[in-house]
């Protein structure tokens, strides 16, 4: 099809359109039949569909089906709330993908060196960097919800009973502490345990690295070829993507109605604002100590970042995450161990927005908690928060637990879940910028950061990291 450089302006003007006659419409400023209503928007979201055609972008199409499954979801309540099998099958694709790949990544990048010094350096530099940042996520989370007050005036009537999210048993500290080491592999694959693979994993590579290169070669190749093969997996399954996000986009329109996005906005405003001085306050300064140039970087997580926020889950971007730091120059080592366990240690938007939600719920039950209070609140929160991994809606399983040791009313974490999916998007987005972010900072830290000129030749005299970079034949097909 030719493209016609008309058509981006033509989308732009037509979804701004729609989207300015409909609030119009709701306010009564004017009064037009809901079936001309309906098909002027209709009308504008075929030429956004037009666009979508003559882009031909993974990205793209993701973002018009969320366009889409809000039409869908406002004119089709009914047919709307169908479409959740759609998004459920979507995520369970993905979370097949999530086990095998830690588990290669993980072995190849620590028994594949034979290196068990420099893991046990990765290793302590990571934590120590994750947990100094999401500290002060912690802290401008807090911040953010005194400062707006948003919980306050929140009406019960919002709240709605949910099946999708089941009661949670109060954790003890022994809980939280057995809930790192797997009992079964198996069971933990099973559970998705993110936490517990990765614990697994880098036992067993320690393992294998201590055994002789005979027995230690074949499990290597082994492993070798299985990430290669997850990658192609996720190519495959991101085919899907712009269905399951529009059927769940749609979902939650059709379910809850737009009404309730109007009546938390301060809520979502909230989170955004603290997520954005999050960027400009601790992530930005990070990147520009570590010496990361900020473009390259911003150019390298885009791709990511898009399907994070699409997806509402950082484990869909997980496998184009690796693959992009890897061609930014970061050696895979350090990123097939630091991004996986980031995803379990350093989750900053879920820490930022779990800070904010549980002072949320007391604000909204009328309940005032002193500092000393919220702090004890938010860092029980941080510590349950381990091994979450971005699963779409598993913070609120998280929220609820936690809300229930602290006797807190439910009901305005159940007020939270009809825009949970918009908060879901910022936060999950957050959560793959820091885990990228941190494995650059980690690489500097170790001094192997090898950033690529843009010819795509590695500038490095270390002959053993141009081993590490697969060749273009390797690399799995552009998702976008």
């Known amino acids: 099809m030719k493209k016609l450089s008309f058509i981006p302006m033509a989308a732009l003007i037509s979804i701004t359109l729609a989207a300015l006659i409909t609030v119009l419409q709701q306010y009564g400023a004017i009064n037009l039949p809901t079936e001309v209503l309906m098909a002027i928007r209709w ?18 199409w993701i973002l018009i089906s969320m366009i889409v499954g809000v039409e869908i979801g406002y004119d ?26 830690i588990f ?40 953010a919800i005194n400062i707006s007050k948003a ?21 003890t500290a ?7 080491f797997p009992e079964n592999i198996a069971k933990s694959v099973a559970e998705g345990q993110v936490l517990q693979i990765v614990v697994f994993s880098v036992l067993f590579a320690i393992g294998l690295a201590m055994v002789t290169e005979k ?58 604002v603290a997520l954005l001085a999050f960027v400009l306050l601790v992530l930005l300064p990070v990147a520009l100590i570590a010496r990361v140039p900020i473009v390259r970087f911003l150019k390298a997580i885009s791709g990511p970042v898009s399907i994070a926020f699409a997806t509402t889950s ?78 779409p809606r598993a913070s609120l399983v998280i929220l609820l637990g936690t809300v229930a040791s602290f006797d807190l009313p439910v009901w305005p974490v159940f007020a939270i879940l009809g825009i949970d999916e918009l908060m879901d998007m910022a ?11 941190a494995t650059a900072v980690v690489a500097r830290w170790e001094g192997e950061l090898n950033i690529q000129p843009e010819s795509g030749i590695v500038a490095t005299t270390n002959p053993e990291l141009h081993d590490e970079l697969p060749t273009p034949e390797d690399k799995p097909k552009e998702l976008v």
Request: aromatic share 8%; with cysteine; proline share 3%.
């Open 215 to 272: 027995k230690r070669k074949p499990m290597l190749d082994f492993c070798e070829s299985l990430s290669e093969v997850m990658f192609k997996f996720t190519n495959i399954i991101m085919y899907f993507a712009p269905i399951g996000v529009g059927a769940a986009i749609a979902y939650t329109v059709g379910h809850m109605g737009l009404g309730i996005l109007v009546n938390l906005f301060q809520l979502l405003a909230t989170l955004y």
């Open 314 to 391: 950082s484990e869909a971007a997980l496998p184009r995450a690796m693959e992009e730091m890897e061609k930014l120059g970061v050696p895979r080592k350090i990123v097939a161990f630091v991004m996986p366990t980031g995803y379990s240690f350093n989750l900053d938007g879920t820490t930022l927005y779990l800070a904010l939600a549980a002072v949320f719920v007391a604000q909204a039950a009328g309940i005032p908690l002193s500092w000393e209070q919220q702090l004890v609140m938010v860092f029980t929160l941080m510590l349950t928060s381990k091994g979450v991994a971005g699963v």
């Open 427 to 437: 936060r999950t987005s957050i959560n793959v910028t820091g885990n990228c972010l």
């Open 174 to 180: 022994s809980d939280i502490i057995l809930h790192v």
């Open 43 to 60: 009308a504008c979201i075929g030429v956004v569909l037009v666009y979508g055609v003559q882009k031909k972008s993974l990205t793209t």
């Open 151 to 171: 919980g306050e005036g929140i009406s019960k009537d919002l709240a709605e009973v949910n099946d999708e999210i089941a009661p949670v048993a109060k954790q």
């Open 104 to 143: 290669a990544t993980l072995v190849v990048g620590i028994a594949g060196h034979s290196n068990l010094k420099q893991v046990g350096s990765m290793g302590w530099k990571a934590i120590v960097y994750f947990e100094i940042v999401t500290t002060l996520a912690l802290f401008i989370g807090l911040a």
């Open 76 to 101: 089709f309540p009914e047919f709307a709330t169908n479409l959740n099998v759609l998004s459920k099958v979507f995520l369970k694709l993905i979370k097949t993908i999530i086990a095998p790949l």
